[in-house]
């Protein structure tokens, strides 16, 4: 049997490790090398690569593709984005005929899918890793307050409202491509309610990844969690920036402390000099220890030795951090959101409820926040309980060989039509 060729194509920036690029090594990884030629092409934002690169990884080609200098300004114009297209199709066409599948993880490359199809006769699997509109957040609040507004209170959207805020990409994805799948069954809901994206060609399909705790030696010393750390040992993974709830996570922490517990909350990740300023003039005498980017050993082992999660994202989709704090079997409190409701299994009872005004935008109920906290802190069953529980969700949902089995079904599916 001829292999398929598959091609994994994603933008990322030089040295950031992200949910994107994660999946990406998982999908790569884990695809069955008998049945897949795996090309894994990585258009990267560098000043140091300037000219293509060729890497054997395994039986893995990996392609980098430098990104031009100011390359935002070329992505945004239609122009000049089409002509660097024509020059990647010269590197990409080689490896593509009838029988290729071209995978996007980033929705600015359906331009260039849509150039490799009409030319070689591929298909386009688009995979929708996040809703662009959630960033406006960061960008312009007071107009993710009002989109907000419209989605979840008005909830009585039409063309005119939708044109403001989704993108040129999102359209052209809906439009062009063959098989869509999101990571959480909120995101495929919403893209087709209100996108009218054809409900038989988008697929939910959840993140995955490898289960660590299949070494004796770490689920040696999973088992062996059992007394608590003094203090506490509270852990926060991910960028610190407001977007990430992460001010809700401080003036949690600060009711915590006049409650008389002792904790620490170990953070692993990138801080934002607006958040270093705050934690530095407004949360001085909190117990934090800032650990900057840590590697994922390293990781293991907080995960392994932490006694409580916290994720206070107010966007998120199928987060990696999440599923990794699940698999190691992590109590997490986190915020309501639907997608980490969703990811949780909505009965944990472990979500901090989310509050909206069009005014003052998103929030976390700080003192639920405080009582989940100090509900684990006081309760060694519960934190067993809620760590065997995520457990199970983690075995059931979100390993590496159901992403890939049900990624490879959509995959199929595509040659059966």
């Known amino acids: 049997m001829k292999k398929r060729t598959l ?80 020059l990647v199709e010269h590197i990409v066409a080689p490896y593509l005929d009838d029988n290729s599948i071209f995978h996007i993880q980033t929705m600015n490359l359906i331009s ?129 920036t407001e977007n990430k709830g992460f001010p809700f996570v401080l003036e949690a922490l600060r009711k915590v402390s006049d409650m008389g517990y002792d904790y620490v909350l170990l953070v692993a990740g990138s801080v934002d000099d607006k958040m270093k300023k705050l934690i530095e003039q407004e949360y001085n005498e909190l117990n934090i220890k800032l650990l900057g980017h840590v590697d994922y050993s390293r990781l293991q082992e907080l995960y392994i030795s932490a006694d409580i999660g916290v994720i206070s994202s107010l966007f998120e989709q199928c987060s990696y951090v999440a599923l990794e704090m699940m698999m190691y079997g992590l109590p997490v409190v986190y915020s309501g959101i639907e997608e980490l409701r969703e990811v949780f299994g909505y009965n944990d009872n472990m979500d901090i409820p989310i509050k909206f005004t069009i005014h003052s935008s998103l929030s976390l109920d700080v003192n639920l926040f405080v009582n989940k906290i100090m509900q684990l802190m006081d309760s ?13 969700r983690f075995t059931e949902s979100f390993t590496q060989e159901q992403m890939i089995q049900e990624t490879i079904n959509v995959y199929n599916k595509l040659y059966q039509e």
């Open 112 to 240: 260039l899918a849509v150039l490799l199809r009409q030319k070689y006769n591929c298909k386009i699997v688009s995979h929708i890793h996040c809703i662009p509109w959630k960033y406006k957040y960061s960008s312009d609040q007071l107009f993710f307050n009002q989109i907000y507004y419209w989605l979840n209170v008005e909830e009585n959207i039409n063309e005119t409202y939708l044109a403001r805020f989704v993108t040129s990409n999102e359209r052209n994805i809906i439009k062009e491509s063959d098989a869509i799948i999101c990571v959480t069954k909120s995101s495929k809901e919403y893209y087709e309610r209100y996108l009218h994206a054809t409900p038989e060609k988008v697929f939910c399909i959840y993140n995955g990844i490898r289960d660590e705790l299949c070494d004796s030696s770490l689920k040696e010393r999973f088992s062996a969690r059992i007394e608590k750390n003094t203090p506490f040992h509270l852990l926060y993974v991910g960028n610190v």
């Open 7 to 86: 091609i994994i194509a994603e933008m990322l920036c030089e040295n950031i490790t992200n949910g994107v690029s994660r999946f990406s090594e998982m999908l790569c990884g884990g695809m069955p090398e008998d049945l897949y030629r795996i090309i894994y092409v990585k258009f990267l934002f560098s000043r140091r690569i300037i000219v293509p690169k060729y890497i054997i990884q395994g039986k893995i080609l990996e392609i980098i593709v430098p990104l031009p200098i100011s390359s935002e300004d070329i992505i945004e114009n239609d122009y000049w984005f089409s002509e660097y297209n024509k």
């Open 380 to 392: 060694q069953d519960l934190r067993r309980q809620v760590s065997l529980n995520e457990r199970k």
